[in-house]
C-alpha cells in the first residue's frame, strides 16, 4: 500500500510576513472580533496558568479562556496524552463512529466521574460547542414532553446559536437574531428581586394560575452560578424549589454547567453538593480538558429518547479532545484535587473581602463561588479600570454581568499557589489605584 | 515560578476495563449515535486514506468524515505542524485574543486563498463547527437586510442547531426541533422540478409578484452541490440566475461550501469557476486539514456590520486547528494539487459509469461532481446493500439522499492512486453483487 | 315592572354641523381608510343594485361591497323580516346563548342549503368577520392533526388578524404585521406556474420528499376563486388533486368560500360542482343577506372536536344577522334564483368578450367566473381608468390582483337586467374611451 | 329603472320544524358553543333589562352579552334611531366608503365623547369585533417602533385570533392556537404577586437591566379592569408607573377598553380618572349601543402612521351599528347617565358588601368596580353555584376569572332600580341558600 503522495509532499516556501500579527488581525478578521479589542496582546505560548506574549512575557492567566481551560494551558499529563495519541496516529475524526479514544472516555466518565456520585447519565456527544450542548437539551426536551417552551433566567447565557440564544439574556446578542426569539419563557433568577422575594414562588403562582399566560413549559433552564450574567449564585433551596417545581408541572430540569463546571465551583458538577440531580446536564468549555472544542449532553437514561442521527453534527468525535478529557478525568480520581480547589478558593476569598474593606468601602461586594468569583461594583467602570491595571501588572483577568461591572476571576483550578498570590497582589494594587 | 502543581501529579491506576470499547459505546452513548450503529467496528488509529479497527485492519475511507478529512488522515505535513505546535507549548485555546497562529492562518488564507482567486473577504472565526457559521452567516444577513426570512432550497442540509436547523431540509431532522422553524423561504433547487422548468425563474416569479406571498428575503443560502441532499449539483447558470435575482431582491447570496469546499469539489471554493462571487460563505469540515473543529463566515468587507462580541462562542480560538489550517493552505499553493484532484475525479467516474452499465442497466446513474460524487440507485434500498458489499470488503463508504438511495463516493483529495484503484475494485465487485 | 328609564330620556340636542360628512371622515377617520379615497361620494341610502349620494344620485352598485350584499342592498323580502324582528323586540346580541333566531337559521340552513346538496356541516358561529372563520379553521385544522403548517397558496387572500394574515399573500398588508408570519406554507396556485406545470403535481413531489423541507400540513386553505388576488379560477381538476394530496397527507381541506360563496360564483358553494367535499367551510360576507356582519365555520361532524369555548368572541351572537341570513336562504329553495345569476352570468360575459375584442384588442383577457368576473390588463393602470370613467357614468366597481390590474364587475346576483345592461354599456363607454 | 326582482320575489313555504329550538342547536351547532350549554334557554325577545324566553318568562339581565348591551336591550331611543334607518333605506354596508351615517358618528364621537375630555384620537373602524381592534392596535404599535414585542399582563383577556390570543393569558384558549404564540412578553399585573410587590416597578428592574432578556417591547396593553380574568382593578399610581415606563422605553400604552370601556367601569372610558391618556384604545362591545358588531381603535394622530388599506375587512363599515352608536352618544351629553351608573353602583356594592358578611363570613370578597363588579370566592365552585340560584330566581348572571371563582355583575348601566333590586335580591337568597 502506498500513501506516499503526502509524505513526498514540501512544504511551500511562503515569503515572510513582513505585518505584525495585529494588524494583521485587524485588518483580515471580522468586526466581530472582542477580547482582543480591549487586549491588543499576540499570544503565543502559554504553560500552566502563564500566557506567553511574542516577546516571551508572562501574563498570569485569571481568566482560563472563560473556563475552558481549567487545568491551565498544556497541562503536562493531559498534554502527553494528546501528543502521544497524535504521534501514534490515533485517529482524529471520525463523527460518531466508535473509537478507542471515545470508549476510554465513557469508561473513565463513567466510573470516576458519574458512578461515585451515584449519577447514572447517558452521554450525548454533540456538536463541540456548549451552544449546541444547550440546542440539544432543549430539543430533547422538547421532544420529551411535546411542549414548546423552556423556562429560562434573567442574566443567563446560554449560547448564540439559535435556539440558545433565545434562552440567553443578553440584549445586544438577542438583537443580532434579526428574527423573534420565541418559545422561551423568562423568569427572574434567585434574588433577582431582591431578598424579600422569592422567585421560585413567584414562579410557582404563574404556572399554577390556569390564566396567567404561562403555559407548561417542556424545560427549565438554569445555571448554578450565572458566569456572563454577573456572577450570580443559586441557592440550595432555590434550585430544590426550581426542581420540584419543573417535576410536578411534567417538565424537565437542564443545569447548564458548561462555565460551572468542570471543577470551576468547587466540584466536579456545579449542583453535587446542592440536592438536586438535573435530567439534562450540558457540559463544553474544561471537559476536553486541553482547550479543544467538546462538548456533551448527559441524559438521565429514561429520557434518551433520541432517535438515530436526530441530532448530529460532523465534529462530535472530535477524538484528539477525548483523549484530553481522559486524562483530565484521572484528576478527579482523587480528592487532594478538590482540596487544592478550596484552598485556592479560600486565598482568593480573604483577600477580595480584604480589598472591599481596605480599598473600595463599599463601592464593590464579592460575588460568585469557589474559583468563579469576582467582585462587583456600584460603578459599571470600575471593574474595567481595574482590569486594565492588572493588565498593566501582567494578569489577563475579564469583566463580566449585564453592564460589565463585575470583575471575574477565574485562575486555572490547579494554579501554582506563587501565581495566584502574585496575580491577587496585582489585583489589590489595580484596586488600590482605582481608590486613590 | 513553580508550575509544579500539575507535573507532580500521578496518573492515577483505573482498573483495566474487560468491557469490550463497543459494548460500552453502546451502553454509554445516548442513543442518538447513529454511524457506529451501521459500521459496528472500532476505529484506533488512521493514516492517510486507511482507518485502522482495533485489530489493526486497514478500512479505505471513501468517506473522511462527511468531507471533514479531505487531506487524509494524519497527513505527514498537516501532522507535523500539529505536534510542534503542541510540544513548543504553543497556546491552544484563547477565546478571540490575537495570537501568531491565527495570524499565521490569516495571512496564508490571504496569500495562497483568497488573492490569488481575486476574493476579499474578512474572515469571522466562529464557533468550531459547521452550524455555527451558518448561524452567523444568516444573523448578519438579516442584520444588514433588516429582513426576517431567508430563502433555503428542497434537500439543503446546513445544520441542526435551530438557526440553521430551519434552512436544513430534512424533516426527521427538522420534526425534533420541537418547535416551528420559521423565517425560512422554502424554493426548489436546480433541476427539483425537471429538466423543463427553471426554478431560478420560477423564484423571479413568486418574489416579484406583490400578492404571491412571498416576502423579499435577507438572504439566498446554497450548496452548490448538495451533499446530504443526495450530490445535486446546481450548474453555473442556475447560481448566476440565483445571484442575479438575489441582488435584484437586495437580498445576499451566502453560499454554503462546508462539505463542497476546501477542494471537495475540485477547486478550494466550490463556486471558482461558476461566474458567481457570494456574499457570505460558509467554511468548515476540512478548513482545519486535520479533522480538528474549525469554521469560518467569510463576509465581503463592506457586510462586515458587526459589532464587536455580536456573535460569539468559547471554542472560536481553537489555536490548534488554525495551525493545521496553515499548514493544509501549502498544498494549495501549487496547481499540481488541483490536477491530483482531477486526475483521481475521472478514475472514479469512469469506473462509475462502467460500473452502471455493466451491473446496474439503469438502475442507477453517476450523480455529483469531482470527489463529490456517487451514485443514485431507483430503488432506496440499492445503495446500502453495495455500502455493506464495500464495507465487508474494507471500504468505508456512505449513503446519503432523501432516501439514503444515493452512495457518496468520498475519497480524500490526495488519495494514492493504489489505494482509490483498490476501493474501486470493491464497489464494482459489490454493484455487480447486488446486481445478481 | 318599570323600564321607563330610557324612554323617558331626551335625545340632547347637539349642533348642526357645518362641516361636510366628507370633510369629517378625512379629519377624523384613520389613515387606514381606503375605498373612500378613490370614490370621494358620501352614500346615504341604497335600494337593491342602487347606492344614493348624499344628493339623490344613484350609482349602479357592480361591487356589492366586496360581495357582502349579493342579494343587493335593503332586498325588500330580508328588510322586511329584519324590521319585523327589530320592531318586535327581538333579541339582537346574546354571545352563544340559545336564541330562537339562531334555531331558525340553523333550520333553514341545514333543510334548504346542506340537505339538498347531501352536505353534513355542523355550525360553527365565529366572531362575525371572514378572518375570525378563517382563525377558527385553522386552529381546528392543527388541533385535529396535532400538526403546525397549514397550505396556502399564491395569491390567496384570508384576513388580516395574524393567524389569517399569515395565510395571506399580499406584501403590503403582511408587512403590516410586524412579526413573523409562520407556520405557513406556501405554494402556487392553479395555473401560476403556467400551464405547462401542474402545480398540485408540484405540491405533491414536494410532500412526498422526505428531505424537500415541506413538513406534513395540518390542512390546505383554498379559495375556488381568488378574488382579491385577481379573479383567478381553479380547475375542478386541480381542486381534487388537491383535495386527494390533503386526504393522503392525513391534512384537512379547507375551503375559504367567503367570497366566492353564498352564490357569487353561481351556486351556493362554489365547490358544488367541482368535485370535492371540504373538511371545512368559511362563509362570511353575504351570509348574512343584509350586509349585517356574520360569519360560520363548517365543519364536517368528525372533526368537530372543539372544547366548548376554546374559540369564542362577543359578536358571534349577532341575531339580527341571523333573521336576515334565514331571509336570505328562502331565495335557495327555489332554481329559479340560481337560473337568474346564471342568465347575468352569460349577459356580462358576452359584453366582456366584446369589449376585449372591439376595444382592448389583446390587451386584457375575460377572467373569473359567473358573477365573480372581470377583465385582466397587461397595463396595470388600465384598469383603475376604466374604473374611473365607470364611476363617472354613475357605475361603482372596483379593481383586483397583485397590481390592481383586473376590473372586477360583481354585481346583485338579482341586479335588475336594465340596471345590468345599463352597467354593461357604461363599462363598455369606459373601455371604448381608455382605447382611444 | 326596475328593480322588481326581489319585490317580486315570493316567500318559500318551508314545512314547520317539529324539533325544538334547543334541539335543533344542540345538533346542528358546533361543540365550540358554550353559554347555551350552562344555561338551557331559548331566549327569544329583550326588552331593557329583560330576556324573554320562549314562553314569555322575564329573566333580569345581569351580563349584558359581557357587556355589549350596556344600555339594554332594544333601548328605545337606539332601537328607533335603527328602525329608521332601516325602514329609510339607509346603506347599511359599505367597506369603508365614506356614508353619512360614519359621518354623524364621527361627529358625534368627537364632539360628546372626545373634546370635553380633552382627548384628541384618530378613529380606525377595524373589522367589527374586539378581537381585531387589538389586532389593529397591536399592529400599528409594531409598525411606529419597529419593535416586535408587546408586553401583555396575567389573567388578560384580549381576544382569540391569532395575535390577539397571543396577548390573552387563557391556557385552554391559547393551547387551541395549536402553534406558537410569540412576541409577548407576559408580567404580572398590578397586585398578582400581593400587596408587598409592586409590578410596575418590577417591570421597571426587567427593562432597565440589558442582560434580562425582556427585549424593549412595541406596546404595553393593559385592562383597567380584568373582566375576564377575575374583576381584577387596577390602580391609578400602578396605571401611571407603566404609562411613565412605556414612555421611557419608547413603547406605546394601549388600553384594551372593550368590556370596560362605554361606561361599565363608570365613565366612557375607563381611564378617565386615573392620570393616563393611553396612546391607544380598543372600545368594541357596546360601542354601538344596540349589541351590533362594532369595534374602534383609536389612535393619538401623530401615531396614525397607517397606509390607506393596510388593515382591513369587510365588515368595517357596519352603518347600522354606526347609527346606533350615535343614538347611544347621547346619553353622555348629559351628566345625569354617569350619575345614574354611580347610583346603581353604590346600590350593588351595598347589597354585595352585606351579603359577604351575612352570608359569606370571609369565603368571599367584593372585587371589580362600578358596574362591572362581582363576589369572589375561595373556592371555585362556589361562584356557579350561587349562578345557578340566580338563573333559579330569573336573573341571569356570569362567573369569570381563572377558575370561573367570581360571580360577576353586569347590569345594564341603565337597569330600572326596581329590577335591580329585584335580581340583587335574587342574588341575597342565592348565597344565603349556599351559605346553609
Known amino acids: 500500500m502506498n500513501i506516499a503522495f503526502a509524505e513526498d509532499h514540501e512544504s511551500p516556501s511562503v515569503a515572510v510576513p513582513l505585518e505584525s500579527s495585529l494588524s494583521l488581525i485587524n485588518s483580515q478578521e471580522s468586526a466581530v472580533r472582542s477580547y482582543c479589542r480591549g487586549t491588543p496582546i499576540v499570544f503565543e505560548k502559554a504553560n500552566g496558568s502563564c500566557l ?34 497524535m504521534t501514534s496516529n490515533g485517529v482524529l475524526q471520525t463523527l460518531d463512529f466508535a473509537t478507542g479514544a471515545k470508549a476510554e472516555f465513557l469508561r473513565k466518565f463513567r466510573d470516576i466521574i458519574l458512578a461515585p456520585r451515584q449519577l447514572q447519565y447517558r452521554v450525548q456527544f454533540t456538536g463541540p460547542t456548549g451552544t449546541n450542548a444547550v440546542e440539544a437539551a432543549v430539543k430533547l426536551a422538547r421532544k420529551h414532553t411535546a411542549r414548546r417552551p423552556v423556562v429560562a433566567f434573567t442574566n443567563a447565557y446560554h449560547g448564540v446559536s439559535l435556539g440558545a440564544l433565545a434562552l440567553t439574556g443578553n440584549q445586544s446578542k438577542r438583537k443580532a437574531a434579526g428574527v423573534s426569539l420565541g418559545d422561551v419563557i ?133 477524538n484528539l479532545a477525548f483523549v484530553g478529557a481522559s486524562a483530565a478525568i484521572d484528576y478527579w480520581a482523587q480528592g487532594e484535587f478538590e482540596l487544592g480547589i478550596a484552598k485556592r478558593a479560600t486565598m482568593i476569598e480573604t483577600v477580595l473581602r480584604e480589598v472591599c474593606i481596605q480599598h473600595l468601602e463599599g463601592r464593590a461586594r464579592v460575588v460568585g463561588k469557589s474559583l468563579f468569583t469576582g467582585l462587583r461594583f456600584e460603578v459599571p467602570q470600575a471593574a474595567e479600570r481595574i482590569r486594565l491595571g492588572m493588565l498593566r501588572r501582567g494578569v489577563l483577568a475579564e469583566t463580566c454581568g449585564p453592564r460589565d461591572e463585575v470583575l471575574k476571576i477565574m485562575p486555572a483550578l490547579n494554579i501554582p499557589e506563587n501565581l495566584l498570590v502574585q496575580g491577587l497582589e496585582a489585583l489589590t494594587a489595580s484596586a488600590a489605584e482605582f481608590a486613590d
Chains 1, 2, 3, 4 share one sequence.
Not at 506574549?53 to 481549567?70: K, R, T
Not at 424549589?241 to 454547567?257: C, E, Q, T
Open 52 to 85: 506567553f506574549d511574542e516577546s516571551g512575557n508572562c501574563y498570569i492567566d485569571f481568566l482560563c479562556a472563560a473556563g475552558s481551560v481549567n487545568y491551565g494551558h498544556n497541562d503536562p499529563h493531559i498534554k502527553k496524552s494528546l501528543v502521544d495519541y
Open 186 to 318: 423568562r423568569l427572574p433568577y434567585d434574588g433577582y428581586l431582591g431578598a424579600s422575594v422569592d422567585t421560585a414562588e413567584l414562579a410557582r403562582t404563574l404556572f399554577n394560575d390556569p390564566s396567567s399566560g404561562f403555559d407548561a413549559p417542556a424545560a427549565f433552564i438554569v445555571e448554578t452560578v450565572q458566569g456572563e450574567g454577573g456572577l450570580n449564585v443559586a441557592s440550595a433551596g432555590w434550585l430544590q424549589s426550581i426542581a420540584r417545581l419543573a417535576k410536578d408541572l411534567g417538565a424537565l430540569l437542564i443545569v447548564d454547567d458548561i462555565q460551572a463546571g468542570c471543577g470551576r465551583a468547587g466540584r466536579f458538577f456545579s449542583f453535587e453538593e446542592l440536592g438536586v440531580t438535573p435530567d439534562l446536564v450540558c457540559l463544553s468549555k474544561s471537559i476536553s480538558g486541553s482547550g479543544l472544542p467538546m462538548a456533551l449532553t448527559l441524559i438521565r437514561p429514561h429520557l434518551d429518547v433520541w432517535e438515530p442521527g436526530e441530532h448530529n453534527g460532523t465534529f462530535r468525535g472530535n
